[in-house]
């Protein structure tokens, strides 16, 4: 399926996706700890600079992503033009941002595979309690194979509705896609659990 | 966790995903148009239960996490983690947690109206005590002015609320999931 | 369903004494769907028929120890399935009706290595076998592709090759064809006939059985004609007519 990941041949595509990842939480505490305006300006700049010349990113990519929180931007330096002035609206604002965008050059530079086996890696200590990390990614490789498959299954039974006429709005629509739905998945859940099995799953 | 756990832990964070895919459904009764994916909150903790519910959630975040635009309207990354919005994300495996629990412990009494309790204090309580703190600590603003803002969807949860409870009712007629509800949970 | 805990070590398997069911039944809550079947099958291909809902799917997992029987033994080379499930699971392949509820992961190739992962093959060797079965059912040039764009067929050619490649001693086929067309039909039942495997195909595909040692009709839950194909085919036919 379609990723966020933006394939480029740059340094930030090549730098480790644990580094990067540990670059963002560092960059989090910092813009939260000293709530100031530079230090925010200077986070955003920073990360639009370094998605765009270290990391080779398309503008439109960052410009998508702020547009997402363009409605949370206006809406935080309005209320606190109101509540309490312009300058904490503005920092609590670009802050804000930075930090959106910081993530976004992140995965847009970082494969699905390279941060799954982060993922893993993280979750390693958990063994101790008995948790097995390669379940872990066996788990998202099977949701990865099922989300199409799920989304294909809801878009028969959207239109085997259509074909007989059925509604398109309201809350009955959603009522009558999500059982037929519902039902296909726990069939399918059902079967995959015995095909797991079949192939040795519980033997690993 | 057995191997089916596992199958259907994978197969609810695939539908919440898909959930999300689907245009979202106006109502010429509410202000904003509902989207499907809290409905795999609920759902998640009503049929499968506490565990395996709070499993699928959290893998449907790592999904999203890695890079898959696969939260309503497209997105995802790590930037929806960050953003003021992020505690409503971080409450969906909580909230399915919490309406598991629910559903296990009124498994024996389980009919609309305690499903609605269980689908209600999960899917909608937990995520917006959650989420609106979360908004408030986030922006500097006041309880009162992040939640004032989240009321347009309260009534789009509410009619997910209530499909989740009759699903729930109706698959623990006749394809239970949970088959150790918390009363037996003795049992050998 | 619980599995019972396997107890005793596991003897070592007897491939001359095929698979045997000994008074098995099995009941599904209220509903009976398996009584008294007594069989030994020890024939290369054995064909099972019957309508749906006949009992064929449940008697196909018994042959693996998918299923437990409520009631009777299930022995498979020797091992009964109620108390060396794993063993059994290791020595007999399943391929199910459905291959996307079969296909667990997200490409080709990784889908073909998930078995030998849970076998602990290493990963060098696991990828010259994945890259072997790939090549031998034609689907080589698809090995980095997902899975969900492979078209019906093929799809269950990755369903039988994720099988296959675990070298199983014995291959139980649920419906193989049910969802195919006429030509991923043939294909399949060609693999089928060219394995050297012992295999028990469960089918609507009465063509499927030409070729087959044995054909079992299934109905009512029992097992109503056990013979060469051709009268048992005619036999599932006249019980059919009468319908």
């Not at chain 1, 209320?79 to 002035?85: E, P």
């Not at chain 1, 993922?119 to 101790?128: G, I, Q, S, T, Y």
């Not at chain 2, 929806?80 to 969906?92: D, E, H, N």
């Not at chain 3, 034609?138 to 994720?162: C, M, R």
């Amino acid at each position: 399926m379609l990723a966020l990941y933006v394939p480029r041949a740059s340094l930030l595509h090549r730098t480790p996706a644990g580094v990067k990842l540990l670059v963002l939480v560092v960059l989090g505490a910092v813009v939260f700890t000293v709530p100031t305006l530079p230090v925010a300006a200077g986070a955003l700049a920073g990360v639009v600079l370094l998605g765009l010349l270290a990391g080779r990113l398309p503008a439109a990519v960052l410009v998508r992503q702020a547009r997402a929180v363009a409605v949370w931007v206006v809406a935080i330096v309005a209320f606190h033009a109101v509540a309490t002035d312009v300058l904490t609206g503005v920092t609590t604002g670009v802050r804000l941002l930075a930090l959106v965008l910081a993530a976004a050059v992140v995965t847009a530079t970082t494969r699905v595979t390279a941060l799954v086996a982060v993922v893993e890696k993280v979750c390693a200590p958990l063994r101790l309690v008995g948790v097995r990390p390669a379940r872990i990614g066996l788990a998202v490789a099977m949701a990865l194979r099922f989300i199409p498959l799920v989304a294909e299954r809801a878009d028969r039974i959207r239109e085997a509705q259509a074909a007989r006429g059925g509604r398109v709005r309201g809350p009955r629509a959603l009522v009558l896609l999500v059982v037929p739905l519902l039902v296909s998945v726990l069939q399918l859940a059902h079967t995959v659990g015995e095909a797991l099995d079949a192939r040795g799953a519980d033997t690993a | 966790m057995k191997t089916r756990d596992l199958a259907y832990v994978a197969l609810f964070a695939a539908l919440t995903a898909v959930l999300g895919l689907l245009p979202a459904i106006p109502v010429s009764a509410l202000p904003v148009p509902i989207t499907a994916q809290t409905l795999g909150v609920m759902l998640a903790g009503a049929v499968l239960g506490a565990k395996r519910g709070f499993l699928a959630l959290l893998l449907f975040l790592v999904l999203v996490a890695v890079g898959l635009p696969v939260l309503a309207g497209g997105r995802g990354g790590l930037s929806v983690f960050v953003g003021p919005s992020a505690g409503f994300l971080y409450s969906w495996p909580l909230g399915a947690l919490v309406t598991g629990l629910l559903v296990e412990l009124l498994w024996r009494r389980l009919n609309l109206v305690t499903a609605l309790v269980a689908t209600v204090v999960g899917g909608i309580g937990v995520v917006y005590a959650v989420g609106i703190p979360f908004i408030s600590l986030y922006s500097d603003a006041p309880l009162s002015a992040a939640a004032t803002g989240s009321l347009v969807f309260v009534p789009g949860d509410l009619v997910k609320a209530v499909i989740a409870a009759v699903l729930a009712v109706a698959v623990r007629r006749a394809y239970p999931v949970i088959e150790r509800p918390r009363q037996e949970a003795t049992r050998p | 369903m619980r599995r019972r805990r396997a107890s005793a070590p596991a003897p070592e398997p007897d491939p001359t004494q095929g698979i045997e069911l000994r008074g098995v039944g099995h009941v599904y809550g209220e509903r009976t769907v398996l009584r008294d079947v007594d069989l030994q099958l020890t024939e290369h291909r054995v064909g099972v028929v019957g309508a749906n809902g006949s009992g064929k799917s449940t008697f196909a997992r018994l042959l693996n120890g998918l299923v437990v029987p409520t009631s009777g033994r299930v022995l498979v080379d020797g091992l009964d399935t109620a108390t060396h499930a794993r063993e059994v699971r290791r020595r007999v392949g399943f391929v199910f009706q459905d291959p996307d509820a079969q296909i667990v992961h997200p490409t080709v190739a990784e889908d073909v290595g998930y078995g030998l992962e849970n076998q602990g093959v290493p990963a060098d060797e696991r990828a010259e076998r994945v890259a072997e079965v790939l090549a031998r059912y034609g689907l080589a040039e698809h090995a980095d592709h997902p899975a969900h764009l492979l078209s019906g067929g093929q799809k269950q050619l990755l369903a039988v090759a994720g099988v296959l490649v675990m070298r199983p001693a014995r291959i139980v086929l649920d419906e193989p064809t049910t969802l195919l067309d006429l030509v991923n039909t043939r294909r399949i039942a060609e693999l089928v006939a060219g394995l050297d495997q012992s295999v028990v195909v469960v089918t609507h595909h009465l063509d499927l059985l030409a070729g087959f040692d044995r054909v079992l009709v299934v109905d009512g839950g029992r097992v109503v004609a056990d013979d060469r194909p051709a009268p048992a085919v005619a036999a599932y036919r006249a019980l059919m007519a009468d319908r």
